[in-house]
């Protein structure tokens, strides 16, 4: 069974980092192309980065680049997102979200497999 577990949220101040991990069990993380998303109370589901499993390509959404970054460690099957100049406006709960032959997409109806999701809050 295809499992994904996020960890890592918490609460940070502005201007703060946090680092999220998105561990899979049941299958080789490598052949899946990785998508994390979001969602603030009240708003809907947006992506927020994901990273190709054929060439390692790696997409941010506009209100996230230069502040985060993806990245796999295929040997430990996680993908991880490093967040950097965290903002007020990044609190929401971060899932990650896989599926095959997917490249740059930031559709949620695109990944069949997600996570349970964490809770990242930034407020000082």
């Known amino acids: 069974q295809l499992q994904l577990v996020e960890s890592g949220g918490g609460l940070v101040q502005p201007g703060g980092s946090l680092r999220l991990s998105c561990a899979a069990s049941?299958?080789?993380?490598?052949?899946?192309?990785i998508g994390w998303f979001r969602q603030a109370p009240g708003k809907e589901r947006e992506g927020v980065s994901c990273i190709s499993n054929t060439d390692g390509s790696t997409y941010y959404a506009d209100f996230v680049k230069g502040r985060f970054t993806i990245s796999r460690d295929n040997a430990k099957n996680t993908v991880y997102l490093q967040m950097n100049s965290l903002k007020p406006e990044d609190t929401a709960i971060y899932y990650c979200a896989a599926d095959t032959n997917i490249s740059g997409s930031f559709d949620p109806s695109d990944f069949g497999s997600w996570g349970q999701g964490t809770q990242v809050t930034v407020s000082s």
């Open positions: 049941g299958f080789t993380l490598d052949y899946y192309a």
